[in-house]
T-cell receptor, first 112, second 116 residues
Framework: SQKIEQNSEALNIQEGKTATLTCNYT??????LQWYRQDPGRGPVFLLL?????KEKRKERLKVTFDTTLKQSLFHITASQPADSATYLC???????????FGKGTTLSVSS | DTAVSQTPKYLVTQMGNDKSIKCEQN?????MYWYKQDSKKFLKIMFS???????INETVPNRFSPKSPDKAHLNLHINSLELGDSAVYFC???????????????FGEGSWLTVV
């Protein structure tokens, strides 16, 4: 079955540094991969989508890469700020149906 | 305006009771979902409806019964609640764009269910 893993449950970095989060998947070749942000007590919010034929996508301080050979996506936040502290989830499309399957998330803490 | 709204936000109930969670979306989407997030924060699909038709039923106990009266509403009824049902239940919606097009999902704020 499809499996999606985010390499660490928690990541602590200092303000101004670049945060890099990893998402690996197995047993599937998704057409696209998405990243969501979830704050405590809130629902996940969509950040970025990258398609299988795209190597990189950027949005302001966010950058996502997608390596279909390695079956891996990297999510970068440059010049990180304390306000970036949240849990970041990667998600990919199911083999059947429209729902996404989610990784367990990485909780990022940015200290000032 | 809240795009995906669900009620109640918090629900504490005793084992064996029956409860419902309601969800409405005003985005005009044709697909709605129920996801469950457990204590380990793992977000897992339960059901998916497209234009009131059940598309995905992900090995959920039949004590859970979704109902979609129209494409803007998807309710979740749970019978004979058990301790293990305690979790956060998220309603969500998306607009189907076709295979390989990327369906961005919009989530509600969640309903915190605690079974005691």
């Amino acid at each position: 079955s499809q499996k999606i893993e985010q390499n660490s449950e928690a990541l602590n970095i200092q303000e101004g540094k670049t945060a890099t989060l990893t998402c690996n998947y197995t047993n599937y070749s998704p057409a696209y991969l998405q990243w969501y942000r979830q704050d405590p007590g809130r629902g996940p919010v969509f950040l970025l989508l990258i398609r299988e034929n795209e190597k990189e996508k950027r949005k302001e301080r966010l950058k996502v890469t997608f390596d279909t050979t390695l079956k891996q996506s990297l999510f970068h936040i440059t010049a990180s700020q304390p306000a970036d502290s949240a849990t970041y989830l990667c998600a990919l499309d199911r083999q059947a149906g429209t729902a996404l399957i989610f990784g367990k998330g990485t909780t990022l803490s940015v200290s000032s | 305006d809240t795009a995906v709204s669900q009620t109640p936000k918090y629900l504490v109930t005793q084992m064996g009771n029956d409860k419902s969670i309601k969800c409405e979306q005003n985005l005009g989407h044709d697909t709605m979902y129920w996801y469950k997030q457990d204590s380990k924060k793992f977000l897992k699909i339960m059901f998916s409806y497209n234009n009131k038709e059940l598309i995905i039923n992900e090995t959920v106990p039949n004590r859970f019964s979704p109902k979609s009266p129209d494409k803007a509403h998807l309710n979740l009824h749970i019978n004979s609640l058990e301790l293990g049902d305690s979790a956060v239940y998220f309603c969500a919606s998306s607009q189907e764009k076709g295979p390989g097009s990327g369906n961005t999902i919009y989530f509600g704020e969640g309903s915190w269910l605690t079974v005691v």
